[in-house]
Nanobody
Framework: VQLVESGGGLVQAGGSLRLTCAAS????????IGWFRQAPGKEREFVAA????????YSADSMKGRFTISRDNAKNTGYLQMNSLNPQDTAVYYC??????????????WGQGTQVTVSS
């Protein structure tokens, strides 16, 4: 399965972005989709994940309520809607696909990442 993220960019604090994870070479509906991010000088961290039936998990209260993960199985695509962005959200965002919903990096397939930069 090949994953390609898009939708990143530069946004002002308080703004919104929707990231897209497009899959090819496999049926994404049979995989858990995870989103991770990595800020400069920091380790990659879990953001959110959504199971094949739509059950979702988020990493922390700071993201829960601001970020929403979703999927469109008919389009073989996953999404991460990010609202009320702040400069601490600046990072490279990665999507991943795997068989088990976990809040760690043990997913089988990864995209190349998309840069999100939030200016103050």
């Amino acid at each position: 399965v090949q994953l390609v993220e898009s939708g990143g960019g530069l946004v002002q604090a308080g703004g919104s972005l929707r990231l897209t994870c497009a899959a090819s070479g496999g049926t994404l509906s049979t995989y858990v989709i995870g989103w991770f991010r990595q800020a400069p000088g920091k380790e990659r961290e879990f953001v959110a994940a959504i199971g094949t039936t739509g059950f979702s998990e988020y990493s922390a209260d700071s993201m829960k309520g601001r970020f929403t993960i979703s999927r469109d199985n008919a389009k073989n695509t996953g999404y991460l809607q990010m609202n009320s962005l702040n400069p601490q959200d600046t990072a490279v965002y990665y999507c991943a696909a795997g068989r088990i919903l976990i809040m760690g990096p043990g997913y089988e397939y990864w995209g190349q990442g998309t840069q999100v930069t939030v200016s103050s």
